[in-house]
């Protein structure tokens, strides 16, 4: 028999200044710390009940038996509204699903097999590029930026006509500095207009890179050139019910969401990858003979890569202990049931992937990075969401076959020709600015092999 009263939760006690100052400097220390051994709290803050799932039954429950009891809720259209407006990451409904069925076709198997040689294209940019580096630090994030960017626009915009890349990752990187405050007045319950540190420079970056990308769009159009891409896509959906097209906005809601989704994400998971390489040699070592097993020391070719499956594990490892999207969150739309309790509509539901991937009933020392983990034996005899750096459910990330395409393509690139090292320091504590980058820049030295 379901509970329903709310007096029937086990509610944590949290502190609100506690939680809020957390917040503002990083996101993940805000998660209660029980979350990283129980499998459910139950929290109530700023008037509302909040739940945090960390059992993987419990979120195969949520998103993927009752996907219809969720939305995406407040603190997402807050955070990501603005930039992304009512695109693909953000709707929800009809809406939602229209948008996702226009551009599934670009995600196929065998669409995505065809982007293999753009994708190596790429990582050998960006080796050439490394060659005239040889004695020098580079910074990770932004190498791996540069290179994911690359590919992206390439890709899914036929290179992008002209797009200032440097000037774009400037602008993502300011718009989502102030992450933390906008949770933080989220929680509670200011309204959207209220100032914040980097507000204006946010809404100066999101003014830039929609203008950039209405110029995209602009262009395609003046030309007329048929071209078998993400923007030829949007340009041509139609909603199934009403036979509407997309209007240029929307087009761009799209756009931004690819572009930003699309790009961040993989080259974090890159950039942590290669720092934990340069720390763990034997690794290295043992995915360099992959990389020339499955060569033979010639340059990488599209076929090789679905062969590189120690190159997949130590990519997924590096995502357990730094999932790219490290908290992900719903609001219930109606009440449903879950672990014998009515989850109440209006409840907001947080999965903190980055917990859950850190879990003490979950993993055998959690904090070791140990590429072995996804051996298949051992990957099939966890539960399938104990690892879900790509969500779960009608939501899971639909560039999820792209992003481990281009990350294993370009780790064998540009380990077949160097070797990393990196400094003895600790490893820099991970923050969440919506994607989960290093507090400080992850430094990375190449030997030339
Ligand atoms: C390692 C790389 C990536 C990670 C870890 C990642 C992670 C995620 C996660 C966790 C979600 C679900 C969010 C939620 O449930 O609220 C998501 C959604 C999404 N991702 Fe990714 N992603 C990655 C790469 C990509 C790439 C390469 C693309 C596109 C080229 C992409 C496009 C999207 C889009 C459009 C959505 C929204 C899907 C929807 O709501 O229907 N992502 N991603």
Not at 55 to 71: C, F, H, K, W
Not at 173 to 184: C, E, I, S
Not at 313 to 330: D, K, N, T
Not at 392 to 418: D, S, Y
Request: net charge neutral.
């Amino acid at each position: 028999m379901a509970e329903t009263s709310a007096a029937a939760f086990p509610l944590t006690p949290r502190s609100m200044p506690h939680v809020l100052l957390s917040l503002i400097r990083n996101p993940l220390d805000a998660l209660p710390p029980e979350i990283f051994r129980e499998p459910i709290i139950f929290t109530r803050m700023g008037g509302k009940m909040r739940v945090y799932l960390a059992d993987p039954e419990l979120i195969y429950q949520t998103l993927v038996r009752n996907s219809d009891a969720l939305g995406k809720g407040e603190d997402v259209r807050r955070l990501l509204g603005p930039a992304l407006g009512d695109g693909i990451l953000t709707s929800d409904g009809a809406h939602w699903k229209w948008q996702r069925q226009s551009v599934a076709g670009a995600f196929r198997h065998e669409k995505l097999l065809e982007l293999q040689p753009a994708m190596i294209a790429a990582a050998e940019r960006r080796r050439d590029l490394w060659q005239s580096h040889q004695n020098d630090t580079l910074d990770l994030c932004q190498e791996m930026m540069r290179t994911t960017f690359d590919i992206i626009v390439e890709t899914m915009m036929s290179g992008g006509d002209g797009i200032d890349v440097d000037k774009v990752e400037r602008n993502i990187t300011n718009y989502l500095k102030p992450t933390g405050w906008k949770f933080a007045l989220g929680l509670v319950g200011a309204p959207n207009w209220m100032p914040h540190p980097g507000r204006e420079k946010a809404k100066a970056a999101v003014l830039f890179l929609r203008a950039t990308l209405a110029k995209v769009i602009a262009e395609r159009r003046r030309s007329g050139i048929e071209r078998s891409d993400l923007v030829s896509m949007l340009l041509g959906a139609s909603d199934p019910e009403t036979g509407r097209t997309m209007n240029d906005e929307e087009i761009i809601d799209n756009l931004m969401t690819f572009i930003t989704a699309g790009h961040e994400t993989t080259a974090l998971g890159l950039a942590w990858t290669l720092h934990l390489l340069a720390r763990h040699p034997a690794y290295q070592a043992k995915l360099f003979d992959e990389i020339v097993n499955v060569t033979g020391g010639n340059p990488l070719r599209a076929d090789h890569v679905g062969k590189l499956t120690y190159a997949r594990q130590v990519f997924s490892e590096a995502m357990r202990l730094y999932p790219p999207a490290p908290i992900i969150s719903r609001a219930a739309v109606r009440d449903f049931t879950l672990a014998g309790y009515t989850i109440p509509a209006g409840t907001i539901i947080y999965v903190p992937i980055y917990a859950v991937h850190r879990h003490a009933s979950l993993w055998e020392e959690p904090l070791v990075f140990e590429p072995e983990r996804f051996e298949p034996e051992a990957a099939k005899a966890r539960h399938r969401f104990a690892f879900m750096p790509f969500g779960a459910g009608p939501r899971v990330c639909i560039g999820n076959g792209f992003a481990m395409m281009e990350a294993v393509a370009i780790l064998a690139v540009l380990l077949q020709k160097f070797r990393v090292t990196g400094s003895s320091e600790p490893s820099p504590k991970p923050i969440m600015k919506v994607t989960l980058r290093p507090m400080h820049p992850l430094p990375i030295h190449l030997v030339e092999r």
